[in-house]
């Protein structure tokens, strides 16, 4: 069976040592270095982990982050591409249903940051993957969204979201949708149709955690 989180992590850490700690990434403000120190905190500060999505936490993880941010650099690659076997998010229980989405998404900050950029060519079964992961992120992301939005995976699958109203569809690939539905509208590859008002409030408005 395929290991799309242990491919995604790998590629992602080859790319963060080809372009060195200051490197641009997708995520406003942060650089590569922010983003590994990120991706350790969630994965060996379990501490501190919570703060990712808890607002109470977020000043410790804060804190917790630029700690780990100041490790020398091949040193803070290596813990993203080598994580502890008893961590609750990567352990080998955990890793395929954990990692894929959250690597992947992130492989794409950084490549997506770079200039010239085009999207991969994915293999069908990581889009499928995907594709169940923009699902369930669609339901989240959209719930509350005034509109009838259906989101649509050509091949893969569609679902309607949204609190009702006039309809706007999405349609993409799944790995686009996925970082559409997670906040990085500015560089996912989908096509929206529907009122202009909507549709611009849908590029536009906070989607993701």
């Keep these: 069976m395929p290991r799309y989180a242990r491919s995604e992590r790998e590629a992602l850490a080859d790319l963060m040592l080809t372009l060195g700690p200051d490197a641009p990434t997708v995520n406003e403000g942060w650089t590569t270095r922010d983003l590994a120190a990120h991706l350790v905190l969630r994965e060996r500060r379990p501490d501190a982990a919570g703060g990712i999505l ?37 352990n080998p229980v955990t890793d395929e249903l954990a990692n894929t989405m959250e690597f992947f998404i992130h492989h ?42 259906f989101v649509q995976a050509p091949g893969y699958g569609a679902l309607s979201v949204g609190r009702g109203g ?17 906040g990085r509208q500015r560089v996912a ?20 955690m």
């Design 54 to 90: 808890l607002r109470p936490l977020r000043g410790y993880a804060e804190r917790v982050r630029r700690h780990i941010a100041a490790r020398p650099w091949p040193r803070l690659v290596e813990q993203v591409r080598r994580p502890p076997v008893w961590s609750p998010v990567s």
């Design 108 to 149: 794409e900050d950084v490549r997506r940051a770079r200039p010239g950029w085009l999207p991969r060519d994915l293999a069908a079964r990581l889009q499928a993957t995907l594709w169940t992961r923009a699902a369930g992120l669609a339901r989240l992301a959209l719930r509350r969204f005034p509109a009838d939005v």
């Design 166 to 182: 006039e309809p706007v569809r999405v349609v993409g690939a799944p790995g686009e949708l996925v970082l559409f539905l997670s």
């Design 189 to 208: 590859r989908v096509q929206i149709d529907g009122p202009a008002a909507l549709a611009d409030r849908l590029r536009n408005t906070h989607l993701g």
